[in-house]
């Protein structure tokens, strides 16, 4: 595979810089972007980012970094496949790279000091994401965080990004959020000892519905790490003013509303060649 980068003419407007990355290889099976996939950075400053991603030896990249001043470099071509999803899964899909478009925003992290996500950030974030979803006709429910894609192993870009936001400027899904209350606490695999066992069948029941929104957890009944981890992805993404991974009646609504709001999400478009 080629690591010399590749000049090429930015996708979107909204790029203000091109620097390309080595680490691209063709979409497998020649199938059209479908995912737009959301990441923090977890590193220092943004121009320490996007060297790191145009680094042969990192074997990592994006299609594009937003800095915290809105600055916007374009690294891939969003036709070629980056490398920034890992081992992940969405809706039994498994090559995310190869259906995704990936934007890193800068930002240190939960390791570093996670903070909130600067203003003129998000606008380029959200104006980024407006363009990309309209030009590959990519659904709201596909627009996803890191952590739906991979809950055991990525927590980006975490609960502080605000796809309320970004969704009334007509990006990815949203609704609602019923609010976690203090006495609620949920069912979880850490239960004290005079909580009652959680019933398997409400278990199984949380988990089929996270499966049909197109999170890979077991519909076994248990509450399995899996399982705890993706309640939790869910709620950094639906209901984030409680991130516990525990499954509690707000989480549960929050759940059903969505999937009441968006009840056939879409599977990956079939193959097709690129354009
Ligand atoms: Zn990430």
Redesign the pocket.
Known sequence: MTTKPTVFTPNSAIATAVHPSPNIEPRRGGRPPNIL?L??T?MRSGPLAVDYLARPDAKVSCHYVVDTDGTVTQMVAESMRAW??GVSSWHGETDINSLSIGI?IQNPGHEMGYHDFPEAQMRAVIALCQDIVTRNAIPPERVLA?SDVTPMR?I??GEKFNWQRLHRAHVGAWVKPSPPHDDDLGLGPNLESETPAPPQACIAAAQRLLHRYGYDVPCSGIYCEVTLKTVAAFQRHFRPARVDGCLDLSTLATLERLLAAYPTPVAAAAPTAIA
């Open positions: 996939l990441h923090y977890g920034h999803a890193e890191h990525k980006d870009p």
